[in-house]
Every structure is written in structure tokens, then in C-alpha cells.
């Protein structure tokens, strides 16, 4: 089937550096998009989402940059902090309803 | 309470046994998901309600698994007849109408880790 996948499984980023964390999604009929960090022994936790009509958000100390053409997702953190240590998900939501996942990327920032 | 909640946090269980995992969204959420999510993997959607209605239950993996909902707001995930395939994290999520952005973000609970012996 369909689904959103990942190209780097772990990324280790200094302190202070900014993180950039890659997502390619296969179905193009998805026009919701969505990023998650979940913390170990925690569920994933809502960082920042873009609809199809937009090819850049930005939120606090993050930017989600959408690109249709080539189906690639990122997320951008700038100055990682130790607290940014996580695994980050992306998510797509073609029927409006379920979400699906990619596999994951682990951000581990060096002090 | 000020998100989800899930209990129990930990479950541990013999092959074979039944367990209960119960989920509490976010008042007034109309909106609950189910998610499981092997280790090492992305959550992978269960089922989903729409008040007390289960509108998709497509991501099921057997029919030892239930859920319902009866009452539009708790909702329990149920597995008959454990087996060691089923040790995962089950997650739930909930959204204020469907899962489509903006007001619909989907809010996750801590999860359940269920480990079958």
C-alpha cells in the first residue's frame, strides 16, 4: 500500500546547530500533513502541520516545508536544544481520518 | 483532565489471556483513534470512532481484536486470546471532529505497552 516514508533513520545534531529531518510520502491524494515527536515512554506529541495548499508553516523555533512536486516533507528545528532529543514522525492523512505514519527518525543533539 | 489518558500504562499477560485497555480523550472530542506501534516503528492505525459509532475498523489484525465505544466519550480496546504477536504499544488518539487538520489535530495519550509472555 501507500504510505510515508523516511530517508535517514538517526541524525546527530550539536547543540545550538540547526536539525533538518527529511520525509518522502507516496500518496498524493494526502493534502494533510503533520509532524510528531514522541519521547521514550511518552505518545507522540503534535509539533507543527501544513495542508497541501501551502508549501511552507513556521511555529515556534520550527518550519515544515511542503513540496508537492517531488511528495518530500521536512521539518526544519533551529538552535536544537538537548530537549529536542526525540523521535520524530511524519504523518500524512489521506481520507481525512486515519493518520499514517512513517517509520521515524531519531534527532540526538550533542551537548 | 487536560489530555488523554490511558490505562493501564504497563500490561504484562500469559499467551492466551483476555485484556481490556481503556482510553479517555479529551472532553468533547467527537473523534477517537487507535493506534498500535510495534518497537522501532511508526504507530499503525486500529480503528476509529465518530461518537459511539465505529466508522472504520479496516486496520484490525484479527478478529481476537474489539473496540467500542458506548457512550460517545471512553472507549476499550479489546484483544481475546493474547499472543506474543500482539506485544505493542496501543496508542489513542483523539481530534474535536475528524482527522482532517486544523481544529481535527489528532492529540495522543501516553499509550498502553502490552507485553504477552
Known amino acids: 500500500g501507500e504510505s510515508v516514508g523516511l530517508h535517514l533513520p538517526t541524525l546527530s545534531v550539536q547543540e545550538g546547530d540547526n536539525s533538518i529531518i527529511n520525509c518522502a510520502y507516496s500518496?498524493?491524494?494526502?493534502?494533510?500533513f503533520i509532524w510528531y515527536k514522541q519521547e521514550s515512554g511518552k505518545g507522540p506529541q503534535f509539533i507543527i502541520d501544513?495542508?497541501?495548499?501551502?508549501d511552507k508553516r513556521q511555529g515556534q523555533r520550527v518550519t515544515v516545508l511542503l513540496n508537492k512536486t517531488v511528495k518530500h516533507l521536512s521539518l526544519q528545528i533551529a538552535a536544537t536544544q538537548p530537549g529536542d532529543s526525540a523521535v520524530y514522525f511524519c504523518?500524512?492523512?489521506?481520507?481525512?481520518?486515519?493518520?499514517?505514519f512513517g517509520a521515524g527518525t531519531i534527532l540526538r543533539v550533542k551537548s | 483532565g487536560a489530555g488523554v489518558s490511558q490505562s493501564p500504562r504497563y500490561k504484562v499477560a500469559k499467551r492466551g489471556q483476555d485484556v481490556a485497555l481503556r482510553c479517555d480523550p479529551i472532553?468533547?472530542?467527537?473523534?477517537l483513534f487507535w493506534y498500535q506501534q510495534a518497537l522501532g516503528q511508526g504507530p499503525e492505525f486500529l480503528t476509529y470512532f465518530q461518537n459511539e459509532a465505529q466508522l472504520d475498523k479496516s486496520g484490525l489484525p484479527s478478529d481476537r481484536f474489539f473496540a467500542e465505544r458506548p457512550e460517545g466519550s471512553v472507549s476499550t480496546l479489546k484483544i481475546q486470546r493474547t499472543q506474543q504477536e500482539d506485544s505493542a504499544v496501543y496508542l489513542c488518539?483523539?481530534?474535536?471532529?475528524?482527522?482532517?487538520?486544523?481544529?481535527?489535530?489528532?492529540?495522543f495519550g501516553p499509550g498502553t505497552r502490552l507485553t504477552v509472555l
Open positions: 488518539a483523539s481530534s474535536l471532529v475528524g482527522g482532517g487538520g486544523g481544529t481535527d489535530t489528532q492529540y
Open positions: 501544513i495542508r497541501s495548499n501551502m
Open positions: 504523518a500524512e492523512n489521506p481520507t481525512n481520518m486515519e493518520l499514517v
Open positions: 500518496n498524493s491524494a494526502s493534502d494533510y
Open positions: 472532553s468533547g472530542h467527537v473523534s
